[in-house]
């Protein structure tokens, strides 16, 4: 008996000590997965006690009855929280990025369906902060600007196949005016 009972009671401990160790899932957010159009979108959706406030100046992004939705200043469903994914028909990536609380966040990217680069964006708090980048059909680079708090802020570079074809700067949102060369052949008069 005593033969029987040993391992029996180390097969019983190792099982118990195992069960422990296993990480606990986070509550705090659901994962979705739905097909839509023959594209699938993967998301994790906000599933905490404390409310969101939204505010009237944002996009919101959020689920309910199987669609992505997004509304300005408000919500009427689980907001979007956490990695998203979007995949084409093909499954080749569409889209990814992060959600916090129903607010775009962190670096944004966007595929055609041949997995060229579309769009590359940062984002802050719901609005396009920091660099952007945008290309043509077949992935090559044809603008790179600066954002700040959702506005063109800083250099705004155009390209070509030959190589840069324009910089212009903003600030604020507002184009800052070219200044003219100076002269040197025209003397003030006095």
Not at 65 to 74: K, R, V
């Amino acid at each position: 008996m005593k033969k029987i009972l040993v391992p029996v009671i180390i097969c019983i401990s190792a099982l118990l000590n195992q069960s422990q160790a296993q990480q606990v899932p986070d509550i705090k957010t659901n994962h979705i997965t739905i097909r839509r159009n023959d594209t699938v979108y993967t998301f994790y959706t906000y599933n905490r006690s404390k409310k969101i406030v939204p505010k009237r100046d944002k996009y919101y992004y959020w689920y309910k009855t199987q669609q992505i939705i997004y509304t300005h200043g408000g919500y009427s469903g689980q907001v979007l929280d956490g990695d998203y994914t979007e995949f084409y028909p093909n499954k080749n990536l569409k889209a990814k990025g992060s959600f916090k609380k129903g607010l775009k966040t962190g670096i944004w990217h966007s595929w055609n369906p041949n997995g060229e680069f579309i769009q590359i964006t940062t984002w802050k708090s719901g609005e396009k902060n920091g660099e952007s980048f945008e290309y043509d059909s077949t992935g090559h680079l044809t603008s790179k600007s600066m954002y700040s708090n959702g506005q063109l802020h800083g250099p705004s570079t155009t390209y070509s196949s030959k190589g840069v074809e324009k910089t212009i700067i903003y600030k604020n949102g507002q184009l800052v005016p070219e200044k003219a060369p100076k002269d040197s052949s025209v003397k003030k008069i006095q």
